[in-house]
């Protein structure tokens, strides 16, 4: 009995590799491509990175000179303004030196030299005018008195005033007035001083 073989059959066909010399070429040679490509692209990256970074340096090397430039401004401005407040200050302590050491005239003013006066006031005699120089060391009084005779005491009790002692009057002038009727006669006077003795030096 004959037998009929299939030489045909999909057994007997040669078999294909699925992956050949040709498929492992195509992505060998893709692999180099994606390869080189990311190679590119991180070297892209370096370099815009760097220029970054370069710009950032440029920025901040600008920024330390804007800041030195006016921390410079600062200081000089701040030594400014202590030099002229030192100034003044040295200005303030010399003027109050000057009226500690009466350069400047009397500190307190004429007030003393009325209370003096007031505190010596009598009934027989009256100030009718007050001059002091700036400096206080010249005193003109002008009154006038019932009795010629107080004037002698009114002086000796004006000396005794702190505000008075050593200023010796150089100057008198007097004139006799006559109301002639309803006043008491009066004389007028007029009184100019020397300017108050500066103690010596210490011996």
């Known amino acids: 009995m004959a037998q009929q073989l299939n030489l045909f059959s ?3 066909a040669p078999a294909q590799l699925r992956f050949s010399a040709r498929h492992g070429g195509l992505v060998l040679a893709l692999a180099l491509v994606g390869a080189w490509g990311l190679a590119q692209g991180l070297l ?12 950032v340096q440029a920025g901040m090397a ?4 804007q800041a030195g430039t006016l921390s410079a401004r600062a200081d000089g401005g701040a030594a400014a ?26 500190r307190e003013g004429h007030a003393e030299l009325l209370l003096a006066l007031a505190r010596q006031a009598s009934g027989r005699l009256w100030i009718t005018g007050l001059g002091v120089s700036d400096d ?6 002008e009154g006038r008195m019932t009795d010629s005779s107080a004037l002698t005491d009114y002086l000796r009790r004006l000396n005794d005033e702190p505000r008075f ?10 004139r ?14 007029a009184l100019r001083s020397t300017p108050a003795a500066s103690p010596g030096p210490a011996p």
């Open 81 to 106: 303004e202590l030099a002229r407040l030192q100034a003044a200050d040295a200005t303030q302590r010399s003027v109050r030196a000057a009226l500690e050491a009466g350069a400047a005239g009397v």
């Open 136 to 141: 206080g060391s010249a005193i003109d009084l």
């Open 10 to 12: 999909a057994r007997f």
């Open 44 to 55: 892209w990256v370096a370099d815009r990175t760097q220029a970054e970074a370069l710009a």
């Open 62 to 65: 600008q920024l330390r000179a």
């Open 176 to 189: 006799a007035v006559d109301n002639s009727g309803a006043a008491l006669p009066y004389t007028e006077f």
């Open 165 to 174: 002692k050593g200023r010796p009057f150089a100057q008198l002038t007097l």
